[in-house]
């Protein structure tokens, strides 16, 4: 079982980026998905969350009204859609997937990279100022 994560790059502070994470291997459709970031020297923070049908989300306040998660089952992918981007979103971004579960229940689970047990390699974005 895989997870790849795409799409990340450079780009100016305002910009956007649409990040993709295709799982192969087995199908995500049950799972509950995520996109968490680590940036140098600090450690994997959340960043946005969706069930299994996408019709439930979660977001980090820094990810509000500038970050879209969502995901198309039929390609086994997710994707994140990051407009208005900031210096301070630098980081690679890793997709992750809650085999446990597919409802978003406890945010608290939701938010904590230890509830995740698929993880992709990671996708490195990069906001100039």
């Known amino acids: 079982v895989q997870l790849l994560a795409s799409g990340g790059g450079l780009v100016q502070a305002g910009g956007s980026l649409r990040l993709s994470c295709a799982a192969s291997?087995?199908?995500?459709?049950?799972?509950?998905m995520a996109w968490f970031r680590q940036a140098p020297g600090k450690e994997r923070e959340f960043v946005a969350a969706?069930?299994?049908?996408?019709?439930?989300?979660r977001y980090a306040d820094s990810a509000k009204g500038r970050f879209t998660i969502s995901r198309d089952n039929a390609k086994n992918t997710v994707y994140l859609q990051m407009n208005s981007l900031k210096p301070e979103d630098t980081a690679v971004y890793y997709c992750?997937?809650?085999?446990?579960?597919?409802?978003?229940?406890?945010?608290?689970?939701?938010?904590?990279?230890?509830?995740?047990?698929?993880w992709g390699q990671g996708t490195l974005v990069t906001v100039s100022s």
């Open positions: 992750a997937a809650d085999t446990g579960t597919g409802a978003i229940v406890s945010s608290r689970r939701t938010s904590t990279p230890s509830s995740y047990d698929l």
């Open positions: 969706v069930s299994w049908g996408g019709g439930n989300t």
């Open positions: 291997g087995r199908t995500i459709s049950r799972c509950v």
